[in-house]
């Protein structure tokens, strides 16, 4: 697999991952490697409950998402005012 972004600039360069959102293959320049918090189901009676954990899973996002996932949390910071 090449990466997407680099083949939109008839650039061939191997993907070292894929996008969590889109699922683009990214290379290594394109990728942005973010940490997500993980959580543990644990159950509290007869309610599941989910507990975080002290851990935190790698994720990859081309820069894209990366970009629609800033503006989303910029507007959301501003009570979705001017988005």
Known sequence: ??????????????AVGTCMDCGAGVCAEHARPERRPVTCRMSAGMIPVQQPTQVAARILRCSACTQVRTTVAACETQGGRNC
Not at 1 to 12: L, Q, S, T, Y
């Open 1 to 14: 697999m090449h990466c997407f972004d680099c083949v939109e600039h008839n650039v061939e360069r191997p």
